[in-house]
């Protein structure tokens, strides 16, 4: 671990109590700063941008980065670069109401994964805790868990910190518990067994089938042209911010349809819609089963 993770962000060290350093996760299974290249900040509204695309928020936060890596460490300054950065970045938002935090950037020693430029080990802030100053202050960054972590079973979130090797596609779905309990509730039904987090690391073919599977929102046909986003509000966890997926109880393709924000107006867009999702589950079920 290098120094840029905090006492709450060193994502390997939660102890037998279920407290990273002293503050409670909630499931003991830290998902915000997991290692060198994988961490999130979908709670900061990374995703909350006009291109959400990888090439595109990279650069993004690689500009950040080298400006605020100029800027003197007093508040004026610090509140400024906020100001300018939220006016030319800031419009528009497919979420106008979900903040997106201008002082997200590149951390760690080579600038792999994304995290807070205001934390107090991040580079040039000489142990300083700075986030007073962003949108939601200082407490709320420390002490916030986002609604995955409260409520994902234990083994479902050790999954999601074992099979990604980058932050972008692991910020882009960490947080949609919904669809991440569907589809990995589904993988087990039709395995017959429950998930083995432990041994993805020895198994690397495993793994990539899961973060194939995680990442069906991306390339998803059906999404619906004018209201769907890559980006979601996490905050509205009870889902009232997704467009339904049509009348009946939520079975399994109601609630992926849905989190996928599908248009599925006619019986061939539905067949085709739930060929491709037991196409992508067979798959993955078939590669665990070998």
């Not at 990604?164 to 395995?191: K, P, Q, S």
């Amino acid at each position: 671990m290098d120094a840029s993770f905090s006492a709450k962000d060193q994502g390997d060290r939660v102890d037998a109590g279920g407290c990273q350093n002293g503050i409670p996760v909630p499931g003991g299974v830290y998902l915000c700063q997991v290692s060198e290249t994988i961490s999130c900040g979908a709670c900061c509204g990374l995703y909350n941008v006009a291109d959400a695309s990888r090439p595109a928020l990279e650069a993004m936060l690689s500009r950040r980065t080298e400006r605020f890596s100029r800027l003197p460490r007093q508040m004026d300054a610090i509140l400024s670069f906020g100001e300018r950065t939220a006016a030319a970045e800031g419009h528009p938002r497919p979420y106008p109401d979900f903040h997106h935090c201008p002082y997200l950037g590149l951390i760690g020693e080579k600038g792999t994964r994304v995290g807070c430029l205001l934390h107090p080990l991040a580079d040039g802030n000489h142990g300083v805790d700075f986030r007073g100053l962003s949108y939601y202050g200082g407490m709320a960054c420390r002490i916030y868990f986002c609604p995955a972590t409260h409520r994902l079973p234990g083994r479902y979130k050790a999954v999601l910190r074992r099979v990604f090797d980058n932050w972008y596609d692991y910020g882009l779905v960490v947080t949609e518990r919904h669809l991440v309990a569907a589809l990995l509730a589904e993988v087990e039904r039709r395995l017959g067994r429950p998930l083995d987090p432990e041994g993805l690391s020895r198994r690397p073919m495993h793994a990539a089938a899961l973060a194939t599977l995680l990442t069906i929102k991306q390339d998803w046909p059906f999404r619906d042209p004018i209201q769907g986003h890559l980006c979601h509000d996490l905050f509205q966890d009870d889902g009232s911010g997704r467009a339904p997926a049509g009348s009946g109880p939520r079975d399994f393709y109601t609630v992926v349809f849905q989190e996928l924000e599908s248009v599925l107006d006619n019986d061939e867009r539905v067949a085709a819609a739930r060929a491709m999702v037991d196409r992508r589950i067979a798959a993955t079920v078939s590669t665990l089963a070998a």
